[in-house]
């Protein structure tokens, strides 16, 4: 449903990694023209510019593309989408499937495993059938 705007971050990096490099490329080469032509001062500003401006560049890009893709994930969790288009952006923290559930059926897995629990607690005789229902209904109550 929205893989057309998922590409988009790819492209987004990769024109400002390219327009990045070339402003790079360019301050380099006047502070390399402004040193010969005398004006050093000048010319070792630009060089720093050459050489700040990637490093803040990618910071920034780094950070907006992070907070785009953290907008994509909550969109995708509410649609019920899959995060794998996106997925070269997630944090080291955030992997697929470990966060909160995509939807309300995926919280069934842990409750299911509890229910089995205590089956076998009533077929081992330490729940009562009365016990066991009770229980059984508290979590399927809330389904």
Known sequence: MFERSDKTL???RLTIGILLIVL???YLVLG???????????????????LALPVVGWVILSFTLAC????????????????APIAEYFTAAYKEGENAPLNAND??????????KMKELLDGGVLT???????KKKYLGDI
């Open 10 to 12: 790819p492209l987004l």
């Open 24 to 26: 790079s490329v360019l």
């Open 32 to 50: 390399i023209v402004a040193c010969v032509n005398g004006a050093a001062l000048n010319g070792v500003l630009y060089i720093f510019a050459a």
């Open 68 to 83: 785009a893709a953290d907008v994509k994930i909550i969109r995708n969790k509410l649609y019920g989408e899959s995060n």
């Open 107 to 116: 919280n069934l897995g842990p409750m299911l495993e509890n229910l089995k």
């Open 129 to 135: 059938k009365e016990e066991f229902d009770a229980l």
